[in-house]
């Protein structure tokens, strides 16, 4: 079973950016594709970004797109979730999670595929 940790959660000003890590443990990473997902205030869980393990391309909802980029250090175990230009509405709880999926290079952002959560880490988008 794959542990996930999240970090660098932090209050930032409209405008601003900040890097979200997902440190991975527990098994290898090889055919785990990873998302990331965000629930705000009084609102569901949302999908947010994914990235495939075997093809390593990348999915992002139409809110974030041109704004946050999904990447992973060369030594597969440590996700990034850069995030840039954040707006208010960009404030919530973020988790990233894994899926299993050995044959498809094509991830997705549905939460209910995901079997292994992290804890999340809070991101607070406010002037």
């Known amino acids: 079973q794959l542990q996930l940790v999240e970090s660098g959660g932090a209050l930032v000003q409209p405008g601003g950016s900040l890097r979200l890590s997902c440190a991975t443990s527990?098994?290898?990473?090889?055919?785990?594709?990873v998302g990331w997902f965000r629930q705000a205030p009084g609102k569901e869980r949302e999908g947010v970004s994914c990235?495939?393990?075997?093809?390593?391309?990348?999915v992002y909802t139409d809110s974030v797109k041109g704004r946050f980029t999904f990447s992973r250090d060369s030594g597969r175990n440590t996700l990034y979730l850069h995030m840039s230009s954040l707006k208010p509405e960009d404030t919530g709880v973020y988790y990233c999670?894994?899926?299993?999926?050995?044959?498809?290079?094509?991830?997705?952002?549905?939460?209910?595929?995901?079997?292994?959560w992290g804890q999340g880490t809070q991101v607070t988008v406010s002037s």
């Open positions: 527990g098994d290898t990473l090889y055919y785990y594709d």
């Open positions: 999670a894994a899926l299993w999926n050995p044959t498809s290079p094509i991830c997705t952002i549905l939460l209910s595929h995901y079997t292994d």
């Open positions: 990235i495939s393990s075997i093809s390593g391309g990348t």
